[in-house]
């Protein structure tokens, strides 16, 4: 069982004290926050990608780096890093070949009713669930919504620069969809 396996290591790298190659404060050295996808492959790759180590920046995972709720949890964690953590910058970077391009919301549903869900629970929800699971056509017009939102919350500071970039997955290259140092 997974979970067995996770407390067995835990247990040695506690022993160990392997966590001492970890170890730093809460505030983040370069004052920044990462709002990036979930995706397993950005894992390592991305901090690599960006010359972040343990400690650097904060960084926050969403399905594909989306953000479409002003007041919800990734706002607010946003705003948590600017006003309470030093982030003095934000960053959005979405990804090429993500999952929750062109998303099949029909088919994600039908996942659900398969996995247990009842119609019912899906309908009664007080929300548009098609929209609300609804992916992107075009990962740098994602990031610039992102961006957007975040750039226009009227509890972020006017000089804070929100920048959007997407990597690439395989080799890690960086494009710069929005530059926040000109906007």
Request: proline share 4%.
């Amino acid at each position: 069982m997974l979970l067995d396996n996770i407390l067995e290591h835990n247990y040695r790298f506690v022993e160990d004290k392997e966590y001492k190659l970890y170890e730093t404060d809460s505030v983040p050295n370069k004052h920044a926050v990462i709002l990036t996808c979930m995706d397993t492959r950005l894992t390592e790759l991305l901090p690599k990608a960006m010359n972040f180590k343990n400690g650097d920046v904060k960084i926050l995972k969403t399905a594909g780096a989306i953000i479409k709720n002003p007041y919800g949890s990734v706002m607010r964690s946003i705003l948590v890093a600017v006003h309470a953590l030093q982030a003095d910058e934000v960053y959005v970077v979405g990804h090429h070949h993500c999952g929750m391009s062109n998303l099949d919301t029909n088919d994600l549903l039908e996942r659900m009713k398969i996995n247990g869900i009842s119609a019912d629970a899906i309908n009664n929800l007080d929300l548009d669930v098609r929209e609300w699971f609804k992916g992107f056509d075009k990962i740098e017009d994602s990031v610039k919504s992102s961006v957007e939102l975040i750039e226009n919350h009227p509890l972020l500071p006017d000089d804070v620069p929100v920048h959007g970039l997407v990597i690439d997955p395989s080799t890690g290259k960086l494009d710069l969809v929005v530059n926040g140092y000109q906007s």
